[in-house]
């Protein structure tokens, strides 16, 4: 077992070095057995907050006066489409707000990259085509009748693999979970994906956006599952 953790890590420890570790590691097991045998649902939310007052205290808190503005862009120049692989997404926003390009245009241009790199890169694991595309006309539709929902209107983008999302696979990166299919979505996708009436929270720069994933991302564990030592990629992410 120790061979195979250490091939996966990238490592190799001699024998003198393994019977060392061996103790600290059957100790681990030990507890990681006790953990595996607790349920926790897959939404409870991560104790990232540690507060050291007491039950019922409250501590009042002043109203925040901060707006978020978003600065001016230049226009950028493009001759076609293909020309915006790398623009950000003030500059897309504008263009789309503008009606320079269509949601509908930028998303076709991102899947087909996604399906040239992709297998090159190993980044793509699942790739939701017909819906980004759907959401796209549909955020496309909207600008038509004149309801245009913020800068991140009709903007393309990809979930992580670690989000549940509801009737599309979520493998965690993992090959024990390549057709795993949880029956709801996670807390934050419904607010940034489907809220198509309002603002996510007031004042935020968050808006809802209308196309779908077109993808769901996991490029380290993708490309190096478990048995496979990882190698660095610095190119990566140089390639859209």
Known sequence: MMHNAEKVIGIELTDKQEDMALAGV????????????????????????FHPALPGFHVKRAASKTKFRF???EPVQFKSVDDLAFATVPQLAELIRTKKISSVE????????????????LCVVTLTEDLAMKQAQDADNDLK?????GQLHGIPWGAKDLFATKGIK????????R?????YDASWSPNFQWARSRRVRSGS????????????TEPDR????PGRPRQHQPDWWDSR
């Open 222 to 225: 993708a490309a190096h599952p």
């Open 71 to 73: 600065g001016k862009h």
């Open 26 to 49: 059957n100790r681990s097991l030990d507890s990681f057995e006790v953990v595996r045998k607790m349920e926790v649902p897959l939404d409870t939310e991560p104790a990232v907050v």
């Open 179 to 183: 057709d795993q299919m949880i029956a």
């Open 106 to 121: 930028l998303t076709r241009m991102y899947l087909g990259r996604l399906k040239r790199y992709g297998p090159k890169l």
């Open 205 to 216: 720069a968050v808006s809802p956006v209308i196309p779908g994933p077109p993808l769901k």
């Open 170 to 177: 979520t493998t965690w990166g993992a090959e024990p979970f």
């Open 145 to 149: 009748r004149g309801k245009y929902r």
